[in-house]
């Protein structure tokens, strides 16, 4: 309830949000860098990658649009308030440094590399293919469908299954209404560790 009218972290999320998710994360990764090490012979290497967020970056992804659609719905009288505001999405996109402290912290696997790089919200969809030039409806589409696919197994278990239709038709819609969503773009964390000595 402390996230009221978000369904993740905003602009007008409260400090005990962050630090809530944030806190999550780090018990969540500890764990898993205990347990993949277990898994690894002395110096053996490992891979990560997900999605993270650049510092100074405003923690903004297709799950914070898909939060603005469901405010519509409640203000529409087809969701209940309390609903929404005891949903919250399940994930955390970390900063570098936030991981470089969380790996150090944890102490069985030491870091060798970690680089970003950004990815569109619709980087696989093919621009001028048969002739005809992506639009921001198409992208909309394209993005609402593969969000869709991720977030609807959470969200019907939330909310009535009954609305799963209309709630995705008003986040393409709202989608297609940015006028940068060309310019909106995932930042990946990839990341090289080796099992400490």
Known sequence: MLNKGNIYLTRTSLPAVYTAYLEQFQRDFKLLLK?????????GSMVFSFIGREEDQEINYPWVVLGMVLNDMVLEG????????SFNVPLYCPTIEEVKQIIE????L???????FKMGWD??????????????????????????AGFEPLLV???????????FSR?????????DLDKLQYTFLVMSLIKAS
């Open 78 to 85: 087809m969701i209940e308030e309390k609903k929404l505001d």
């Open 171 to 179: 986040f393409e819609k709202k989608l297609s209404q940015l006028r």
């Open 105 to 108: 912290a944890e102490g069985s």
């Open 123 to 148: 980087s696989n969809l093919q621009e001028d293919v048969h002739d005809f030039v992506v639009d921001n409806q198409m992208r909309g589409e394209f993005i609402a469908k593969y969000t869709r």
């Open 35 to 43: 347990s993949r090490s277990e898994e690894l012979k002395l110096e």
């Open 110 to 116: 030491t870091l060798q590399t970690l680089n970003t």
């Open 157 to 167: 278990d939330e909310f009535d299954k009954d609305i799963m239709d209309e709630l």
